[in-house]
């Protein structure tokens, strides 16, 4: 999918500020002329925070499912790679920590 003048998207944001619906809108020729999908199954690795779960439909009434796993990163200067973790479980152990 290549980006094209005119292309729209419309991002949806949730009150914990975290993207939950995406919709594509193509410009011009070619199908499928829009993709929705949400955003969740938010996994957080070192100081990023990722969406590896996305569902939804195409334009043209087609299922969508887009989804990542085994996510990890390298910080610059580490030897270490950080595994992703559910980031609602990780929010919960930092809460369970600071008591």
């Known amino acids: 999918m290549a980006i094209r003048p005119g292309d729209t998207w419309e991002l949806y944001v949730g009150k914990n500020m975290h993207l939950e619906e995406f919709i594509y809108h193509r ?3 070619g ?3 829009a993709y929705i999908a949400t ?3 938010y996994e957080r690795a ?3 925070l990722f969406s590896t779960d996305h569902e939804g439909t195409t334009g043209d009434g087609k299922s969508l499912r887009v989804f990542f796993s085994d996510v990890a990163v390298k ?3 580490s030897d270490k790679w950080v595994n ?3 980031a609602s479980k990780q929010l919960a152990s930092e809460r369970i920590a600071r008591k």
């Open 31 to 33: 199908f499928p002329k």
């Open 27 to 29: 410009a011009g020729a």
């Open 75 to 77: 910080v610059v200067g």
């Open 46 to 48: 070192g100081p990023l």
């Open 84 to 86: 992703a973790q559910s």
């Open 39 to 41: 955003w969740q199954g």
